[in-house]
């Protein structure tokens, strides 16, 4: 089977392409297609459109898209050789659309398209031809494949997906910059004909804007255009197929356009001379006006710093930038005085912050402004004339005695009197007074350096006739000394004297005190007491330095004769009049032991390094009671308490059973014998019936003296005892049925040697003089009182 044309050049073909137009009835065209084409344009004139040859190829169809005619458009026809006109040969049509969309006359062999096709959904359809004997059903030809291609018409109009869009583009930019670039498609065929060649042109937005026809770039197309001028654009795109031309399909999308800021517009004060009125009780460092320049961008472009440019201004007054605002805050950063000035002149620079070199041809992007602020006149409290007052009175001055006077001032120019107070909150009033009108302070009762050497008080000042304005100052008080306190030792504590003291030895180095206060430095003297017979044991060293040194007068001090000594010292200091005072420090005699250069007593050595008091003492005394009667009670209910010898029947293993019975002591000797445990003789000897005399071992030679078992038991060697002991245990059926430790406390044969020690020889006494020895220091004091005290036991 074949596909041939109308003019049936080979037996078996098939006619190709008939095309049907809308202006009338169908016409078959042939198969080779015109040339040329020629369109009618709007003018007039006729435009060629030259469109390239195609090459049929014998397995294809074309139909065109969108048919809208009354009947079925004809596609082709299928011819067989086989086919000689009776109707004998049927052909079948199969594949995409077959019967549906496609049918074909099993007589003839015409295809006709029942529907409207639509190529933008389906380009081709591939179907499947025979022809067959009507009679028999047999196959005249193999199974032919074609395809049915859907020809392209422009049924569709360019769009743009991504519209509508939004796009910026600078101020003030130069002709022909780049602003978006928008992109139409379409749905038709781009290979046939002009349906999908776009064309762009701008329907809205000119003179402002261009459009690119082919790229669809949009560009500014007008120069210095101005965001403060106008700021937003809506510029409309139009997309038209056909390349243009008169007949084809548009579509269209908005661009809204927006002019962001640049920096081309200079700072601006709204006018050049402002007034401000600020009353002189204004606080330093608070805000006390504002000023504003305008400034016509946005964004870091319209930033202004704001500053004083002449000193006099800058001196008593600052300004700061609010950085939402944009104002200058103008604060005080000096206390104003109506008095000493009613007017200040401030000259104001507001500049941008953020300058564009390319608009730098504007000139300087900043601006002035003059300032004129007029102080006002306040009802002022009073004013003292020093910011604070030290003042100074001796102690023990009697009351009312003057102590220093403070002045204050009103500063208005109508002076007003002022009115002196002490603030009551402070203690210091109970110590001073003022006088109301001439600011004198006194004292009101005498005081006591010792007590309180300083007193701050506050003192208030009023106007007499607005008592509600007040004003504070600090008075500090000094008490000057007087010589009123005798010195005294400056320690409290014991003084300890070792028993080995000689003659001439320091005991210990004093020092006094004195509560009272002494500008060139304390000087005190020592002795003493004059009305007392001497001392024959103690003597006192004034060292003239404003100490002294107990010194012993004999040696050999004894704590068991005499532990304690009494030793009273005067002392002198040297003021005007000179005072003094008489301490009596205790001496306490023990033997002493070195621990640097601490002598302690041994006594009292390890609470003394503790640093234990005697409540502390107590404290733990009482705790180590407690923990006794505890221990008792544990002790006395564990014996109250009986346990079971056995926890279970079950338990096998080895328990250790605890009996809490004691012995009869030594005349119970049916208990238990413990000579068993310590000697090995005995227990041996228990091992024998007492009613069967044991065996013992014959010697060779002179007959041995009679000796108990034990002695017999002790030349055993311990070899020979250790293997006996073995075979006994091993041969004991009550013992565990495992490995145990026996324990045996034999040790053999004493030594033959006997004893070296010196404790149980007697000796002679020696003639020797050991009171060097009290020579050597306190390490040897123990060993001299032993030797000392055996020589006076021999020679008693």
Same mark, same amino acid.
């Given at each position: 089977m074949?596909?041939?044309?109308?003019?049936?050049?080979?037996?078996?073909?098939?006619?190709?392409?008939?095309?049907?137009?809308?202006?009338?009835?169908?016409?078959h &065209?042939?198969?080779?297609? %015109?040339t040329?084409?020629?369109?009618?344009?709007?003018n007039?004139?006729?435009? &060629?459109?030259?469109?390239?040859?195609?090459g049929?190829?014998?397995?294809?169809?074309f139909v065109?898209?969108?048919?809208?005619?009354?009947?079925?458009?004809?596609?082709?026809?299928?011819?067989?050789?086989?086919?000689?006109?009776?109707?004998s040969?049927?052909?079948?049509?199969?594949g995409?659309g077959?019967?549906?969309?496609?049918?074909?006359?099993?007589?003839?062999?015409?295809?006709?398209?029942?529907k409207?096709?639509?190529?933008? =959904?389906?380009?081709?359809?591939?179907l499947h031809?025979?022809?067959?004997?009507?009679?028999?059903?047999?196959?005249?030809?193999?199974?032919?494949?074609?395809?049915?291609?859907v020809?392209?018409?422009?049924?569709?109009?360019?769009?743009? %997906?991504d519209?509508?869009?939004v796009?910026?583009?600078p101020?003030?930019?130069?002709?022909?910059?780049?602003?978006?670039?928008?992109?139409?498609?379409?749905?038709?065929?781009?290979?046939?004909?002009?349906?999908a060649?776009? &064309?762009?042109?701008?329907?809205?937005?000119?003179?402002?804007?261009?459009?690119?026809?082919?790229?669809?770039?949009?560009?500014?197309?007008?120069?210095?255009?101005?965001?403060?001028?106008?700021?937003h654009?809506?510029?409309?795109?139009?997309?038209?197929?056909?390349?243009?031309?008169?007949?084809?399909?548009?579509?269209?999308?908005?661009?809204?356009?927006?002019?962001?800021?640049?920096?081309?517009?200079?700072?601006?004060?709204?006018?050049?001379?402002?007034?401000?009125?600020?009353?002189?009780?204004?606080?330093?460092?608070?805000?006390?006006?504002?000023?504003?320049?305008?400034?016509?961008?946005?964004?870091?472009?319209?930033?202004?710093k704001?500053?004083?440019?002449?000193?006099?201004?800058?001196n008593?007054?600052?300004?700061?930038?609010d950085?939402?605002?944009?104002?200058?805050?103008?604060?005080?950063?000096?206390?104003?005085?109506?008095?000493?000035?009613?007017?200040?002149?401030?000259?104001?620079?507001g500049?941008?912050?953020?300058?564009?070199?390319?608009?730098?041809?504007?000139?300087?992007?900043k601006?002035?402004?003059?300032?004129?602020?007029?102080?006002? *006149?306040?009802?002022?409290?009073?004013?003292?004339?020093?910011?604070?007052?030290?003042m100074?009175?001796?102690?023990?001055?009697p009351?009312?005695?003057?102590?220093?006077?403070?002045?204050?001032? *009103?500063?208005?120019?109508?002076n007003?009197?002022?009115?002196?107070?002490?603030?009551?909150?402070?203690?210091g009033e109970?110590?001073?007074?003022?006088?109301?009108?001439?600011?004198?302070?006194?004292?009101?009762?005498?005081?006591? =350096?010792?007590?309180?050497?300083?007193?701050?008080?506050?003192?208030?000042?009023?106007e &007499?006739?607005?008592?509600?304005?007040?004003?504070?100052?600090?008075?500090?008080?000094?008490?000057?000394?007087?010589? *009123?306190?005798?010195?005294?030792?400056?320690?409290?504590?014991?003084?300890?004297?070792?028993?080995?003291?000689?003659?001439?030895?320091?005991?210990?180095?004093?020092?006094?005190?004195?509560?009272?206060?002494?500008?060139?430095?304390?000087r005190?003297?020592?002795?003493?007491?004059?009305?007392?017979?001497?001392?024959?044991?103690?003597?006192?060293?004034?060292?003239?330095?404003?100490?002294?040194?107990?010194?012993?007068?004999r040696?050999?001090?004894?704590?068991?004769?005499?532990?304690?000594?009494?030793?009273?010292?005067?002392?002198?200091?040297?003021?005007?009049?000179?005072?003094?005072g008489?301490?009596?420090l205790?001496?306490?005699?023990?033997?002493?032991? !070195?621990?640097?250069?601490? =002598?302690?007593?041994?006594?009292?050595?390890f609470?003394?390094?503790?640093?234990?008091s005697?409540?502390?003492?107590?404290?733990?005394?009482?705790?180590?009671?407690?923990?006794?009667?505890?221990?008792?009670l544990?002790?006395?209910?564990?014996?109250?308490?009986?346990?079971?010898?056995?926890?279970?029947?079950e338990?096998?293993?080895?328990?250790?059973?605890?009996y809490?019975?004691?012995?009869?002591?030594?005349?119970d000797?049916?208990?238990?014998?413990i000579?068993?445990?310590?000697n %090995?003789?005995?227990?041996?000897?228990?091992?024998?019936?007492?009613?069967?005399?044991p065996?013992?071992?014959?010697?060779?030679?002179?007959?041995?003296? !009679?000796?108990?078992p034990?002695?017999e038991?002790?030349?055993?060697?311990?070899?020979?005892?250790?293997?006996?002991?073995?075979?006994?245990?091993?041969?004991?059926?009550?013992v %565990?049925?495992?490995?145990?430790?026996q324990?045996?406390?034999y040790?053999?044969?004493?030594?033959?040697t006997?004893?070296?020690s010196?404790?149980?020889?007697p000796?002679?006494?020696?003639?020797?003089?050991?009171n060097?020895?009290?020579?050597w220091?306190?390490?040897?004091?123990?060993?001299?009182?032993?030797?000392?005290?055996?020589?006076s036991?021999?020679?008693?």
């Amino acid at each position: 089977m074949r596909i041939s044309t109308t003019s049936c050049l080979c037996p078996f073909l098939v006619c190709l392409c008939f095309i049907q137009r809308c202006y009338g009835a169908s016409h078959h &065209v042939p198969a080779k297609v %015109p040339t040329k084409n020629q369109t009618k344009l709007a003018n007039g004139e006729t435009e &060629v459109h030259h469109r390239p040859k195609r090459g049929w190829i014998w397995n294809q169809f074309f139909v065109l898209e969108e048919h809208m005619g009354p009947d079925a458009q004809y596609v082709g026809k299928l011819h067989s050789n086989s086919d000689k006109g009776d109707g004998s040969v049927r052909y079948i049509l199969s594949g995409e659309g077959a019967g549906t969309i496609f049918i074909i006359d099993e007589v003839t062999g015409d295809i006709h398209a029942t529907k409207s096709l639509d190529r933008e =959904r389906k380009t081709h359809y591939v179907l499947h031809a025979q022809a067959l004997d009507r009679n028999t059903e047999e196959a005249l030809e193999p199974k032919s494949e074609f395809i049915i291609k859907v020809q392209d018409i422009n049924d569709n109009a360019p769009k743009f %997906p991504d519209g509508p869009f939004v796009a910026t583009v600078p101020e003030m930019s130069e002709v022909g910059t780049s602003v978006l670039q928008v992109t139409a498609t379409d749905a038709d065929d781009p290979t046939y004909g002009n349906s999908a060649r776009i &064309v762009y042109s701008i329907l809205q937005g000119q003179p402002y804007f261009s459009v690119d026809p082919k790229t669809g770039i949009i560009r500014t197309a007008l120069a210095n255009m101005d965001r403060e001028a106008r700021e937003h654009y809506t510029v409309v795109i139009q997309a038209k197929d056909m390349a243009g031309q008169v007949g084809g399909l548009s579509g269209s999308t908005t661009i809204n356009i927006t002019l962001t800021d640049v920096n081309d517009n200079p700072p601006k004060f709204p006018q050049k001379n402002y007034q401000l009125y600020v009353p002189e009780s204004a606080q330093e460092g608070k805000p006390v006006g504002k000023i504003k320049a305008n400034d016509e961008d946005l964004g870091i472009n319209a930033d202004i710093k704001y500053s004083i440019i002449n000193s006099e201004g800058a001196n008593m007054f600052s300004i700061s930038t609010d950085r939402d605002t944009r104002e200058g805050i103008i604060s005080l950063k000096k206390a104003l005085n109506y008095e000493r000035k009613k007017t200040y002149t401030l000259h104001i620079e507001g500049v941008n912050t953020h300058m564009d070199p390319r608009f730098s041809y504007l000139g300087a992007f900043k601006d002035t402004a003059t300032l004129k602020i007029t102080v006002g *006149d306040v009802d002022e409290a009073p004013v003292f004339s020093m910011d604070y007052y030290i003042m100074d009175v001796y102690e023990n001055a009697p009351s009312g005695t003057e102590v220093g006077a403070v002045t204050a001032r *009103d500063p208005d120019s109508r002076n007003s009197p002022v009115r002196y107070i002490l603030d009551s909150k402070e203690e210091g009033e109970r110590y001073f007074r003022i006088d109301e009108s001439s600011g004198v302070v006194r004292t009101t009762q005498p005081l006591d =350096r010792e007590d309180m050497p300083w007193h701050n008080i506050t003192v208030m000042a009023s106007e &007499v006739d607005n008592p509600s304005l007040l004003s504070h100052v600090p008075v500090t008080v000094q008490i000057l000394d007087v010589n *009123d306190n005798p010195p005294e030792i400056a320690t409290d504590e014991e003084v300890i004297v070792c028993e080995s003291s000689r003659p001439g030895q320091v005991i210990q180095t004093v020092t006094a005190v004195d509560k009272d206060d002494f500008a060139n430095g304390q000087r005190f003297s020592f002795a003493l007491p004059s009305q007392l017979p001497v001392n024959p044991n103690f003597t006192l060293k004034d060292n003239e330095d404003s100490t002294a040194s107990i010194i012993a007068r004999r040696r050999r001090f004894n704590h068991l004769t005499q532990e304690l000594y009494e030793l009273p010292i005067v002392v002198w200091d040297g003021g005007e009049p000179s005072l003094s005072g008489t301490s009596t420090l205790t001496l306490r005699v023990c033997p002493c032991q !070195r621990h640097g250069r601490i =002598r302690l007593c041994q006594g009292e050595a390890f609470l003394s390094s503790a640093g234990l008091s005697t409540g502390a003492l107590i404290a733990i005394l009482l705790c180590i009671v407690i923990l006794l009667a505890i221990v008792v009670l544990f002790i006395t209910l564990r014996r109250s308490k009986k346990e079971p010898l056995i926890i279970s029947e079950e338990d096998i293993r080895e328990n250790v059973v605890t009996y809490d019975d004691e012995g009869g002591g030594e005349e119970d000797t049916e208990a238990f014998d413990i000579i068993a445990l310590r000697n %090995p003789a005995a227990a041996e000897e228990l091992k024998f019936r007492r009613d069967v005399r044991p065996e013992t071992r014959q010697h060779r030679g002179p007959a041995p003296s !009679r000796r108990s078992p034990s002695v017999e038991l002790d030349e055993v060697d311990v070899h020979e005892f250790i293997k006996q002991r073995l075979v006994e245990a091993d041969m004991d059926t009550s013992v %565990p049925p495992y490995d145990s430790l026996q324990t045996y406390a034999y040790e053999g044969q004493g030594s033959p040697t006997g004893s070296i020690s010196p404790l149980d020889s007697p000796g002679t006494q020696s003639e020797q003089d050991y009171n060097y020895l009290d020579d050597w220091g306190p390490e040897f004091q123990k060993l001299a009182e032993l030797y000392g005290a055996a020589e006076s036991e021999v020679t008693t």
